[in-house]
Nanobody, 117 residues
């Protein structure tokens, strides 16, 4: 089993910054992908950014140039630095881990990010 604990959400004005962190524990394979998803009220959950254990990153177009995902493999943590935040970034942000072997997917409990205009 794998546990994911997020932190760092909150309320910020448009143009501001927040940093989300995710700490993973449990049966974590060294080969995995960590990601951040978000879900706004009335909308489907969407992938925001992902990073493989080798450091390959992927971003949804709407956050490119503003958000940066990173990870520390030694500490089993992943972070999402969010700059130039916009009201449309308001959502519950979820940490996600996909373990390659044995294959499974895990979710954190979510952290609220609210951007006021």
């Amino acid at each position: 089993q794998v546990q994911l604990v997020e932190s760092g959400g909150g309320l910020v004005q448009a143009g501001g910054s927040l940093r989300l962190s995710c700490a993973a524990s449990g049966s974590i394979s060294s080969i995995n992908t960590m990601a951040w998803y978000r879900q706004a009220p009335g909308k489907q959950r969407e992938l925001v950014a992902s990073i493989t254990s080798t450091g390959y990153t992927n971003y949804v177009d709407s956050v490119k140039g503003r958000f940066t995902i990173s990870r520390d493999n030694a500490k089993n943590t992943a972070s999402l630095q969010m700059n130039s935040l916009k009201p449309e970034d308001t959502a519950v942000y979820y940490c996600n881990l996909v373990r390659v072997s044995p294959r499974n997917m895990y979710w954190g409990q979510g952290t609220q990010v609210t951007v006021s205009s």
